[in-house]
């Protein structure tokens, strides 16, 4: 009898390994709202909410709705290792609030990444793609890989400027949203 029950022990004992560890194992989560390291308070100079009516250099490219974005034409089209093919900067009505980082190729993507990982830190992966988020308490950062269109972009959001929109619009759904 003795055997029997070392065997049901050391059975017990696998099956309890086998649904603990693989938690124990996985990398630490961050509680919501809880900033990441370095969490960035403006872009290049420019802190978050500043008026583009207080910026010189900034070249209008295209408006959408309440929402306009611009480019700085002397920017420096380089993040770390990885060539720039152009930064938007984006203003809800006149408000500094977001900024685009677009680059082309694998390599400029990675580049990006790996600079983006040594200042804020690794970064939470989506669905195990090429999709990452940094979330903040004031900025929400996210890149992305588009392997069909060999592109990628980075995307930084100041979040009390995205609240006040949601509230402007109440939330209301895309133009044509109802179509789908």
């Known amino acids: 009898m003795s055997v029997a029950r070392d065997r049901i022990w050391a059975v017990t004992i696998v099956v309890l390994?086998?649904?603990v560890l693989p938690g124990c194992l996985q990398p630490p989560q961050r509680l919501p709202n809880t900033a990441f390291p370095n969490e960035p308070d403006g872009f290049r100079g420019i802190k978050w909410g500043t008026k583009i009516t207080r910026l010189s250099g900034m070249e209008?490219?295209?408006s959408e709705g309440a929402e306009k974005y611009y480019i700085r034409p002397d920017d420096k089209l380089k993040v770390g290792e990885a060539v720039v093919e152009r930064i938007?900067?984006?203003f809800y009505r006149d408000e500094f609030f977001k900024v685009t980082i677009y680059v082309k190729g694998l390599k400029n993507y990675l580049d990006l990444k790996q600079t983006f990982s040594g200042v804020y830190g690794?970064?939470?992966n989506v669905f195990g793609k090429d999709f990452y988020t940094w979330p903040g308490k004031q900025v929400f950062i996210t890149i992305e890989f588009k392997g069909m269109l060999n592109?990628?972009?980075a995307i930084y959001t100041y979040k009390p400027i995205m609240e006040k929109m949601s509230?402007?619009?109440g939330?209301?759904?895309?133009?044509?949203?109802?179509?789908l």
């Open 60 to 62: 209008f490219v295209r």
């Open 17 to 19: 390994l086998v649904m």
């Open 171 to 179: 939330g209301k759904s895309a133009k044509g949203a109802g179509d």
């Open 122 to 124: 690794e970064g939470d």
């Open 167 to 169: 509230k402007e619009t």
């Open 88 to 90: 938007t900067y984006g």
């Open 151 to 153: 592109e990628g972009e």
